[in-house]
Nanobody, 123 residues
Framework: QVQLVESGGGLVQAGGSLRLSCAAS????????MGWFRQAPGKEREFVGV????????YYADSVKGRFTISRDGAKNTVYLQMNSLKPEDTAVYYC????????????????WGQGTQVTVSS
């Protein structure tokens, strides 16, 4: 059974940093793209960024480009989201996802989801 478990969320002041982790288990993810999405209250889930598990190529939403960085540790089967220069509008529940084959920015095309971790940025 595939499991994605996020951790690392919390409360931070604007301008601060957080690092989210997504621990993956249940299968090998060599052919998967690992994504991060977020959902604020009353809004749809939106794409944040994605990394190719095998090649390490990354792609980001314009709203986080230059501030957020995705990386992965194959030995630990873990993907990270380093978030710097956080803004109040980054407040949301952040979700990790996995998708077989090529990456996608569309939530409904992801194959697996984690349970989410809350990130709150105060002004």
């Amino acid at each position: 059974q595939v499991q994605l478990v996020e951790s690392g969320g919390g409360l931070v002041q604007a301008g601060g940093s957080l690092r989210l982790s997504c621990a993956a288990s249940g299968r090998t993810f060599n052919n998967y793209a690992m994504g991060w999405f977020r959902q604020a209250p009353g809004k749809e889930r939106e794409f944040v960024g994605v990394i190719s598990w095998s090649g390490g190529g990354t792609y980001y939403a314009d709203s986080v480009k230059g501030r957020f960085t995705i990386s992965r540790d194959g030995a630990k089967n873990t993907v990270y989201l380093q978030m710097n220069s956080l803004k109040p509008e980054d407040t949301a529940v952040y979700y990790c996802s996995a998708r077989r084959g090529g990456s996608s920015t569309t939530p409904r095309l992801q194959d697996y989801w984690g349970q989410g971790t809350q990130v709150t940025v105060s002004s």
